[in-house]
């Protein structure tokens, strides 16, 4: 029975984590799909280019939630139904890989950053000021989204072994957990990566050169009148 307790728990979280909620949030608040402007990254940053805070916010706590909630959960009751370690560090994982992977959405996913956090706060919650944190600092020195990103993802699983026996006792599968999910976080970055090394990745507060197709057609015609009828291939 523990191993149908721990599969379903698996499944469970994997099922919320293809909640895409930066489209579900976007459809109910009447804006663009995010995945048709911008980044196309189905992401709470790729949300604020619509330029709708509220939705961004929304989409950013949701998204971690989906990787806290059955963290937290499994954490705090698994042991009631023979649920340890392990099991929380494989129900983080799917959370996370839902959000990459949604089977709601085709398996066309974000990347993973607000779901990660999430999933690191459920481990311990000064795990997951410490790796907020490290976004935060990088964020504002380096202008990087996807710098902080990456940087985080590696600090968080190695300042979980660092510090063991401090705030936690590591658990190794915890840690497993914890760095496949950066590697997987790295690799949905990897064209961001190549960005950073070519130095053409955008700073934060820098506008994107296709903004949400809210209000304006996605192709301003630029030939006149004539546009309409000479320019279908």
């Known amino acids: 029975m523990q191993a149908i307790y721990s599969v379903a728990a698996i499944l469970a979280a994997y099922l919320l984590g293809s909640l895409a909620f930066a489209v579900i949030v976007s459809r109910v608040m009447g804006l663009s799909d995010p995945r048709t402007f911008g980044s196309k990254n189905p992401g709470a940053t790729n949300v604020l280019r619509s330029g709708n805070k509220p939705a961004a916010i929304a989409t950013l706590l949701f998204d971690a939630l989906k990787g806290l909630v059955p963290v937290l959960l499994v954490r705090l009751y698994g042991r009631d139904w023979g649920l340890g370690d392990a099991t929380m560090a494989l129900v983080g994982l799917a959370a996370f890989v839902g959000h990459l992977y949604p089977v709601f959405f085709r398996f066309q996913g974000g990347k993973g950053v607000a779901t990660f956090i999430g999933v690191v ?3 311990h919650w000064l795990l997951g000021v410490a790796t907020g944190l490290t976004w ?3 964020a504002f020195f380096f202008r990087y989204s996807s710098l902080a990103s990456l940087i985080a993802a590696i600090f968080a699983p190695t300042f979980y072994l660092l510090v063991s026996g401090a705030a936690w006792y590591a658990e ?4 497993m957990a914890l760095y496949v999910m950066a590697l997987l976080l790295a690799w949905r970055h990897r064209a961001n990566i190549q960005r950073l090394l070519q130095g053409k990745e955008a700073r934060l507060g820098s506008k994107k050169t296709e903004a949400a197709p809210h209000h ?4 301003p015609p630029h030939h006149g009148h004539s546009g309409h009828h000479g320019h279908h291939r």
Request: avoid cysteine.
């Open 121 to 123: 706060f459920g481990v």
């Open 136 to 138: 935060l600092v990088i």
């Open 172 to 175: 190794g599968p915890v840690a």
């Open 216 to 219: 304006a057609p996605p192709h």
